[in-house]
């Protein structure tokens, strides 16, 4: 009877260890105290002030890369206007590249600064002598470079769409033209581009990223000596950053012989609203295939 009696008690005591939870626990596992307190989103980027995470706090958001297109630290995976072009992401037709006017030549819902073919003529912008006017067969009488679609010295060509904000000064609808010329050269950085490229990554074409300190036009061209190997051009409508996407010379490109190399130079325009221009150099070494 005896062992009967210590039996039970011992199944009670057992029973009531098993279903007590100690305070402040609630049955489950317990993260360790300090566990995300240096790395709340858990990116491996420790936020401030143990690191320099530029999606933290109040803004945590995982961003293990730490993209920041616009570059006013605030990380492009929490940032709501990424080219910080005064549109929020969700509404913008170019959230990558600034477009305050949000033109779109063809209303493809693609703005013009982002958009590779502007008037959906099946000719990329960086090869069409009318880059806002369809023009197919490219058709360019007076080898001008002004396809006839565009050109005013063709009869019944037609103009391009003339810009949004075409001075200083409110537009008719009432919103601010650009800024008066500042006397000043617009500064352009090239970024991204590594100094040695082998020649089968360059795929289609050379695209390089490029920041601009306000709204401005670039033209790019690569060139071997005197050769031009390819040509692209973009634009921004605000300071921040875009792509120019060159088109190259596959056939000198395929001279390029196992284990030989080309050098080359990439020299880019980049003109302002005011007309001020500033210039850009950067070699390039394209190798053969390994």
């Known amino acids: 009877m005896l062992r009967v009696v210590l039996a039970v008690l011992v199944a009670v005591a057992l029973s009531a260890a098993a279903t007590t939870v100690l305070p402040g626990l609630t049955g489950q596992a317990v993260a360790h105290p300090q566990d995300g307190a240096k790395d709340a989103d858990h990116d491996s980027v420790d936020d401030f002030p143990f690191g320099s995470d530029n999606c933290a706090g109040e803004n945590g958001a995982y961003n293990p890369e730490q ?3 616009d570059n006013d630290g605030l990380g ?6 990424d080219d910080a072009d005064g549109l929020d992401d969700a509404v913008d037709n170019c959230p990558q590249s600034a477009n305050a006017s949000q033109r779109d030549t063809e209303g493809d819902g693609q703005g013009d600064p982002c958009d590779l073919d502007d008037d959906n003529d099946g000719v990329t912008d960086q090869r069409d002598n009318c880059r806002f006017v369809a023009n197919a067969d490219q058709r360019d009488t007076d080898r001008d470079h002004d396809g006839d679609a565009c050109d005013p010295d063709t009869p019944g060509s037609t103009p391009p769409p003339s810009d949004p904000t075409p001075g200083p000064g409110p537009t008719p ?3 601010p033209g650009p800024p008066a010329d ?3 050269d617009p500064q352009a950085v090239v970024r991204g581009l590594p100094r040695r ?7 289609s074409g050379l695209i390089v990223g490029l920041t601009c300190s306000e709204r401005c036009s670039i033209t790019a061209v690569l060139r071997a000596g005197r050769r031009r190997l390819g040509r692209g051009t973009g634009e921004l409508e605000a300071a921040g950053k875009t792509y120019l996407f060159l088109d190259l010379d596959r056939a000198a490109l395929r001279r390029i012989k196992r ?3 080309m050098r080359t130079r990439l020299e880019l325009e980049v003109v302002d609203a005011a007309g001020n ?3 850009v150099r950067r070699s390039l070494t394209i190798l053969g295939s390994a």
Do not use: F, H, K, P
Request: with cysteine.
């Open 67 to 69: 993209t920041d297109s």
């Open 76 to 81: 492009d995976a929490c940032d709501v206007d």
């Open 173 to 175: 609808t009432g919103e």
């Open 182 to 184: 500042d006397g000043r």
């Open 197 to 203: 490229i082998e020649r089968d990554a360059l795929g």
């Open 259 to 261: 284990g030989r190399r």
């Open 277 to 279: 221009r500033a210039r």
